[in-house]
């Protein structure tokens, strides 16, 4: 099942596998697109999801507003045994994690087979 949420200048795909969720974010996530994101991970956890591939390929910005959204996701499902691995993240989103100190919470993998693989 393919799930798309576009807002402002966010687009949100969601892929549901047997023991993953894929979630594709294109474009920026900022303060006004943050929510966006924020909203469609809270949805999927309260259907019962807690394993989540988050493919930042397309991402063109991510800021602090992201980094929380991301951080904030990755505590709740690992609060219920899941966990939530990156997937070819872009070099700006690559940076913004870096900068902030953040690659050391996510697995990250090249691409998003790996990643789905991964779980």
């Not at 969720?21 to 474009?27: A, L, N």
């Not at 019962?48 to 951080?71: A, I, P, Q, T, Y």
Request: proline share 2%.
């Amino acid at each position: 099942m393919i799930l798309t949420r576009r807002r402002r200048n966010v687009d949100i795909q969601t892929q549901v596998y047997p023991r993953v969720t894929v979630v594709s974010v294109q474009g920026r996530v900022d303060s006004s697109t943050a929510g966006d994101l924020e909203a469609a991970l809270q949805k999927l956890i309260e259907q019962g999801k807690s394993n989540f591939v988050l493919d930042l390929s397309g991402v063109e910005f991510l800021s602090s507003s992201g980094l929380r959204v991301l951080v904030t996701t990755l505590k709740a499902v690992r609060k219920t045994g899941g966990d939530l691995r990156l997937a070819q993240p872009s070099q700006r989103a690559a940076d913004a994690i870096n900068l902030a100190g953040l690659d050391v919470l996510f697995q990250s993998y090249g691409d998003r087979e790996a990643a789905v693989a991964s779980f």
